[in-house]
Each structure stands twice: as C-alpha cells, then as structure tokens.
Nanobody, 123 residues
Framework: QVQLVESGGGLVQAGGSLRLSCVAS????????MGWFRQAPGKERDFAAAISRGGVNTYYADSVNGRFTISRDNAKNTVYLQMNSLKPEDTAVYYC????????????????WGQGTQVTVSS
C-alpha cells in the first residue's frame, strides 16, 4: 500500500506557475507508475499527466501538453507537476495517483489516490 499527500496548490494569476508535489509513504514511489488528474466543479475527473516507474516515459493530455511537466524524484518518494502558463480553465482539484500496472491514462488504471489540492487560476 501507499499513501499519497499532495501539496502546492493555491491561487495564482493567469500566466503564472505552480509546482505541485505528491509525497508517498508506506511504499517507495519507485514501485508505482504515477499520474496527475484534475477535477473541476461539475466535471468528471480528467487525466492530466503520467510518468513511468523509472521516470523515462511521460504522457500528457492535449490540454496541458507544452505547459505542464511531470517528474519524479524516487529518492525523495516524490512526484511533481510543474504547471506553467496557467489558464483559468486549469482551475480544479488536482489529485495524485499511484498504479501497480504501469503508466496509465485512465482513471481506473490507478490503485491509490491522494486527497487532492486546489488550484485556482484567476483571470
């Protein structure tokens, strides 16, 4: 099992940047492929980014590609989501997820979830 705790959310102006962190405990984060999802009010939880166990492979939703970067520091049991050029439509609760089955773009492909951190982008 793994427990995930996100941090780094907050209020930022459009065009600004935030870096989200997801710290894992219980198991080393290197045991899992990791993903970031986001959910806006009244919307489904959507995929944002994923990274393989070793950090070699990454994948991004079209809506964030070129602006967001997912990375991991397995020695620190931490996964990051660097968010640049933020837009109001990026406003959502962002969730960190861990999966046993490798990098996945689907909600059902992950086994463990964090509590979420709110990101609000003002215009």
């Amino acid at each position: 099992q793994v427990q995930l705790v996100e941090s780094g959310g907050g209020l930022v102006q459009a065009g600004g940047s935030l870096r989200l962190s997801c710290v894992a405990s219980g198991r080393t984060v290197s045991s899992y492929a990791m993903g970031w999802f986001r959910q806006a009010p009244g919307k489904e939880r959507d995929f944002a980014a994923a990274i393989s166990r070793g950090g070699v492979n990454t994948y991004y939703a079209d809506s964030v590609n070129g602006r967001f970067t997912i990375s991991r520091d397995n020695a620190k049991n931490t996964v990051y989501l660097q968010m640049n050029s933020l837009k109001p439509e990026d406003t959502a609760v962002y969730y960190c997820a861990a999966g046993n089955s490798g990098m996945n773009r689907a909600y059902g492909g992950y086994d463990y979830w964090g509590q979420g951190t709110q990101v609000t982008v003002s215009s």
